[in-house]
């Protein structure tokens, strides 16, 4: 006989760990108590069989739970104690523990939710311990109904018997609801889906926000969403039913399904059939993927259900369905998310022509993740609804920090012990709206997690909000330069200390100089950053148009090889371009950049490739869309004095047969010419290990080139996988890079 006091920490609150060590202690026929607390789960257990107990503690965790670390320690043993008992959750102190991400629908659910006698039958707002919503309704820990949006639906007789029975999966289940006792939607599934069929546009709401939905097929649908949302060109992504219907549309490996089927259900990046069925072209105008998406809420089966013509049980989700749905932020102009129902009715006004809305409030915005496979590894593209708050673990425990990342695709990180919380994706910060979604989102996590920064880190830039931001909270500020940033949030979550070299290729960061970086070898250690090389620099005429028009940047390449007459005749249709040509011969208005990213647009714009884009990093996807074998042309780049020149392949794209032969010989060359640069400077240092990071390596062509180069040569490439590549990370970096000038808890 022994007894054990064990304390469990990680994500255990919201998944079912208590009902799961209920169960262990009643199959080992042990005594004892579980409650939740602010550390994570604390328990007690009492008997002969308290070793196997623990063993299986972990070995059996329920399936959406993530245990970092069970301490056990020997109790006095209480000889008069019987049964095993649940208690209520303790508060006060500290929190040390987490809330778990949103899942998508379990399978028992949707069992449930397919089943004719089932009283929770396509009820769209069931769930249980293994499933729905979690991080977007929490407004604190511990993780209780109270501290929930579900505090106003008081638990029906039915539900309550089941919240209170250990043996159910619903046992402490904090948003269970049924139809009797729960929120209840605006408009029932066959209207909505008639609106969808009929080519209206539909808001829906979800578990992060609204969604626009509307008919994928439908040419008109489509086009009249993108007008109205004032997108641009920027790809749309759908909604399908299951893997099978997605595999009509697109190539799926086996890791890409899983991603796609995962709990998370994120949007995944694949790659398109030529041979699917017609959606409208206007989805994904020009690019070679398409965002795909699995339904995640049970408003979303239903919908599906529905078209598929209410069948009893769940065969009918392993064959491919026909109906695929457009599903889009609901955010016009480029504002976050709409989340409540009359910020809804208002800010959607002249875009929705349905709004269904349901009365379980959303307490915290969360656009959905984008994901796709690169270099044989998941990454992320956008991290938010389904992976945040997951922390990622830190190779120590640092001081608690705050960092509130760039101006562009903005996120906040805050570190706790040997963890690191990024947030969901802010947006880019340069709108009101989107200034205050930066201050709720610091207000939010700090409280939820109950971290009391001792600093604040933030990008070199003075002129950014979110460094203005910073500079207002009052706390010891740090500045990080950015690419410095973008390799430390790559050794962060890689959990890698000790001096780096690392790669930065970007679009723009301001410069330790000054200047406009974005193609930087740069050596990190903690703190310390020292600029190794970098890419020759190209003038942008204009500024920062330049990034929005690549012909600009074609124009400057050809002066840079000394065809600047050529200018005018080849641009004149797309702009000024003898003003342009004045600019760059002066050096008015056209700074110089080493920008990675303002390579690509050159040779956007010398190939025809979207001389003019719609969207950022629109011409470089298309021209990454072309790719059909990467080439390499031999003696076009330069090598001197840390600087890589690029200028030779340039004037080879300008003899391209057409844009895809130039798209194959621009990143082939590009990978190689990377490596002639970065090579030697490895060798000479006796490093075997190179960081890559930046938005350009959210290429696929690129990211996979220089993993395989690297590889060939011996070295060990990483790449982000927890964090964004591109500025979706900075934060991340800067608040690593902050913790290393900060003393060591």
Same mark, same amino acid.
């Given at each position: 006989m022994?007894r054990?006091?064990v ?53 059996e ?9 069970v ?51 396509r ?34 007789p ?51 926000g ?36 997605? *595999?009509? @549309? ?6 890409? %399904? /899983?991603? &796609?089927? #995962?709990? $998370?259900?994120? +949007? =995944? ?65 480029? *504002?976050? @998310?709409?989340?409540?129902n009359?910020?809804a %009715? /208002?800010? &959607?006004? #002249?875009? $929705?022509?349905? +709004? =269904? ?35 990622i ?17 903005a ?48 990008d ?20 990080v330069?950015?690419?410095?940033a973008?390799?430390?949030?790559v ?39 020292e ?215």
């Open positions: 022994e054990l006091r304390r469990v920490r990680g994500r255990v609150q919201g998944v079912g760990f208590r009902p799961h060590v209920h169960a262990l202690a009643r199959r080992f026929g042990l005594t004892g108590w579980v409650l939740n607390d602010t550390d994570g789960v604390l328990l007690e257990v009492q008997g002969e069989a308290a070793a196997a107990f623990l063993a299986a503690l972990s070995a965790a329920p399936p959406l739970s993530r245990i970092d670390r301490e056990a320690s020997p109790r006095p043993v209480e000889p008069e104690e019987s049964g095993f008992a649940i208690r209520h959750s303790e508060s006060g102190g500290p929190v040390a523990t987490g809330i778990g991400p949103d899942a998508a629908v379990c399978p028992a659910c949707l069992a449930e939710l397919f089943d004719p006698s089932d009283r929770r039958y009820y769209p707002f069931l769930n249980c311990t293994h499933c729905g919503p979690r991080y977007t309704i929490t407004r604190r820990l511990p993780y209780d109904r109270p501290q929930t949006a579900m505090a106003r639906f008081p638990l029906c039915a539900c309550a018997a089941e919240y209170a029975d250990p043996s159910d999966r619903r046992f402490h289940a904090q948003p269970t609801a049924c139809p009797v006792c729960g929120p209840r939607l605006s408009h029932p599934p066959d209207a909505i889906l008639a609106a969808l069929l009929a080519g209206r546009i539909v808001a829906i709401k979800g578990l992060g609204f969604h626009l939905a509307c008919d994928a097929a439908r040419t008109d649908a489509v086009e009249r969403l993108r007008r109205v949302k004032q997108r641009n060109d920027k790809p749309f992504a759908v909604m399908v039913a299951n893997a099978a219907s997605a *595999e009509r @549309l697109v190539h799926l490996d086996p890791d890409e %399904r /899983r991603l &796609l089927e #995962g709990v $998370a259900r994120p +949007i =995944v990046l694949l790659r398109r059939r030529g041979d699917g069925p017609a959606l409208a072209p206007d989805i994904a105008p020009g690019l070679a993927w398409l965002g795909v998406m699995l339904p995640y809420t049970p408003i979303h089966y239903l919908l599906f259900h529905e078209a598929a013509g209410r069948p009893d049980g769940v065969a009918w989700l392993e064959r491919a369905q026909p109906l695929t749905l457009v599903m889009t932020s609901a955010n016009p102009g480029g *504002e976050p @998310l709409a989340i409540g009359e910020e %009715r /208002r800010r &959607l006004d #002249g875009i $929705a022509d349905l +709004i =269904v809305d349901h009365d379980r409030d959303i307490l915290i915005r969360a656009d959905d993740s984008v994901v796709r496979k690169l270099a044989g590894a998941p990454a992320f593209l956008r991290r938010g609804r389904g992976h945040v708050p997951e922390p673990r830190l190779a120590r425990r640092v001081p608690p920090l705050l960092a509130v990342g760039g101006h562009l695709k996120t906040i990180c805050l570190i706790r012990g040997d963890e690191a919380f990024l947030s969901q994706h802010i947006g880019d910060l340069d709108n009101p709206a989107t200034l205050d979604f930066l201050e709720e989102t610091v207000a939010h996590l700090t409280h939820v997690l109950g971290v009391e920064p001792v600093a604040v880190a933030h070199l830039h003075p002129d950014f909000h979110s460094t203005r931001f910073a500079l207002a909270t009052g706390l010891p500020a740090v500045p330069q950015h690419h410095h973008h390799v430390a949030a050794l962060a979550e890689h959990r890698v200390e000790g001096p780096a070299l690392g790669l930065a290729l970007d679009g723009f960061g301001l410069g330790a100089d000054g200047g406009s970086w974005g193609g930087e070898m740069l050596l990190v250690e903690g703190a310390r950053m600029r190794l090389g970098h890419l020759a620099p190209l003038a942008q005429p204009g500024g920062d148009l330049a990034a929005r028009q690549p012909w600009r940047m074609a124009a400057a390449a050809l002066a840079r090889l000394g065809r600047g007459d050529e200018i005018v005749p080849r641009f004149a249709s797309h702009g000024p371009a003898e003003g342009v040509r004045r600019m760059i011969e002066a050096g008015l208005n056209a700074p110089p950049t080493s920008s990675c990213g303002r390579w690509f647009d050159a040779a956007c714009g010398l190939l025809g490739v979207r001389p003019v884009a719609g969207f950022e990093g629109e011409a470089p996807m298309t021209l990454e869309s072309l790719v059909r074998r990467p080439r390499v042309a031999d003696g076009t780049w330069r090598v001197e004095g840390g600087r890589l020149d690029l200028s030779p392949l340039m004037e080879r794209l300008l003899s391209a047969a057409d844009a895809a032969e130039g798209a194959d010989l621009f990143h082939g060359t590009l990978v190689a010419a990377l490596l002639d640069w970065t090579l030697p400077v490895l060798a000479e240092r006796r490093m075997g290990r190179v960081v890559l990071s930046g938005g350009c390596l959210m290429n696929g062509v690129l990211a996979e080139g220089l993993v395989a180069g690297f590889a060939a040569a011996g070295v060990e490439a990483l790449l982000p996988r927890l964090a964004p590549a591109n500025d979706g990370g900075l934060s991340l970096g800067q608040a690593w890079v902050a913790c290393a000038s900060l003393p060591t808890e």
